[in-house]
């Protein structure tokens, strides 16, 4: 059985796309890393990478192309300083090479040598190429998926998942698997969380490692909400999160960072349609900072990076203000688990199953993070998982123009604002009661995914992005 760690869902990396940037960037590190281990690590060589189905169809506009430049230079996407990826590209198509990290040059000319294949490959609609040819004419060639939520495959590997072969005190499959461990024990969901990661991390670099996850969160939130201008790309999107701000915070609230931001919106008045705008706010700014290659956590996503971020600060900003870090380790763990049953019963890639295999499994999780922290039992916490995803079943995927920006950016208010539904309907909901087991939704949102035609599926050939004139956006 396969393990999925709450560090394999949230991953600190580049936006805009956890399958179209973040899923080729490590695959090119990846063969990269290969090269190292093979002769050309001696041997001058060239190397050509090709791109398939919905990394073909939309990698200009989800910047695939820059991700592979970035992956093959061996750039970090974690620790990457973004302002500068521009100057770092511009270098490569410059010189026409990247270095391996051995110091030998290989030719790449990102202009002639990445490839958009009009054709998909078998096993998923991410598919990559990269193909190495030496001097002396041999040749290293290795076929990569990105699989969804900036998880990769090679082709003759088992995948990218962190702990197949350990093993784990709690295995778990399914939302039923997981109930039956919480009643045995009496553990919540976070709890069941922690004791499989004990295996491989101690309390201390657990929760330090979540906390790092978190901040990354607040700062890309802080980052967008202060920040005004237009996305890059042909839409001229203009950012909204940093003018709703002002309209929210009273100027006299003073902050300098964003902690003390968070202090500021604590104590700013409030009213019911302000929580509403609040929530939005901070969604929008996410993912206005993954459409122009900032740094956000993927989660499960980066398309819907901003759901859980959002949802995470409506509870700390105006539900429980002494909340800190123990609610904050508590709640991405439970959320994660959520993402990890979808990702094994269904997939987290919109190139398979939509939008809601993003918003959808986003809201999902945050629903049941909420949960917790509002006290629901895992069962409760299950319930609103289900009810989440309950309504975002079938959601396609047809960003306007490649872009992941409409309707992604306001997607994710969306997601966020259902999920606190879902967990306020949870908590009051009569678990006997309740007719659709979350592990029903989770088949019947993998089934419509096989149904779903592939004009939906983040190939921007349906919906939006063919109703919608680019020219009137
Ligand atoms: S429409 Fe949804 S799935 Fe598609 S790119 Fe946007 S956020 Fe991702």
């Not at 990394?55 to 093959?72: F, N, P, Y």
């Not at 990826?85 to 391996?100: A, R, S």
């Not at 309907?425 to 939704?441: N, S, W, Y």
Request: charged share 20%; proline share 4%.
């Amino acid at each position: 059985m396969e393990f999925v760690s709450v560090f394999d869902i949230f991953k600190i990396g580049v936006g805009p796309s956890s399958s179209h940037t973040l899923g080729p960037w490590k695959a090119a590190r990846s063969f990269v890393m290969r090269l190292e281990q093979s002769e050309a690590r001696i041997l001058e060589g060239h190397i050509e990478v090709s791109l398939y189905g919905s990394l073909s169809l939309t990698g200009k506009g989800h910047a695939t192309d820059l991700a592979v430049i970035m992956g093959l230079a061996n750039y970090d996407p974690e620790t990457v300083e973004t302002k500068k990826i521009p100057e770092f590209i511009q270098v490569i198509n410059e010189q026409k090479k990247i270095q391996l990290p051995s110091g030998m040059f290989v030719h790449f000319d990102p202009e002639k040598d990445i490839l958009f294949k009009d054709s998909f490959l078998d096993y998923h609609a991410n598919g990559m190429i990269f193909t190495w040819t030496g001097n002396n004419g041999d040749v290293i060639s290795d076929v990569y998926y990105s699989v969804g939520g900036g998880f990769i495959v090679r082709e003759g590997d088992h995948g990218g998942i962190s702990g197949v072969n350990k093993n784990y005190p709690f295995p778990i499959q399914t939302s039923s698997e997981l109930l039956r461990y919480c009643e045995k024990t009496g553990f919540s969901i976070s709890d069941i969380v922690f004791e499989n990661e004990k295996t491989d991390r101690t309390r201390e670099k657990y929760e330090e490692d979540l906390l790092r996850i978190w901040h990354t969160m607040l700062e890309s939130m802080y980052t967008g909400c202060h920040t005004e201008g237009t996305l890059p790309g042909a839409l001229a999107v203009k950012r909204r999160s940093a003018p709703l701000l002002q309209k929210l915070l009273p100027k006299q609230l003073t902050y300098s960072d964003p902690e003390t931001w968070i202090e500021a919106i604590r104590i700013a008045p409030l009213d019911f349609q302000k929580i509403f705008k609040w929530v939005s706010t901070f969604a929008i700014s996410v993912n206005e900072v993954n459409a122009a290659f900032g740094r956000v956590v993927t989660a499960p996503t980066n398309g819907s990076a901003g759901v859980i971020p959002a949802v995470l600060m409506y509870y700390l900003c105006f539900v429980n203000k002494n909340a800190g870090k123990n609610e904050i380790v508590r709640f991405l763990a439970c959320a994660s688990e959520i993402g990890s049953i979808f990702k094994k019963g269904s997939t987290l890639s919109a190139a398979m199953g939509g939008c809601q295999a993003e918003i959808g499994v986003s809201s999902a999780m945050a629903a049941a993070g909420l949960t917790e922290l509002l006290g629901g039992s895992p069962e409760r916490c299950i319930i609103a998982a289900e009810i989440a995803m309950e309504h975002h079943l079938g959601m396609t995927c047809d960003p306007i123009g490649g872009l992941v920006q409409i309707p992604c950016i306001e997607r994710n208010s969306m997601g966020a604002i259902k999920a606190i539904n879902a967990a306020e309907m949870a908590i009051d909901r009569d678990p006997t009661e309740v007719k659709v087991p979350l592990d029903d939704v989770v088949r019947t949102m993998w089934n419509t995914a096989k149904d779903m035609n592939s004009k939906y599926k983040e190939t921007s050939e349906g919906g939006l992005a063919t109703t919608v004139n680019i020219i009137d956006c």
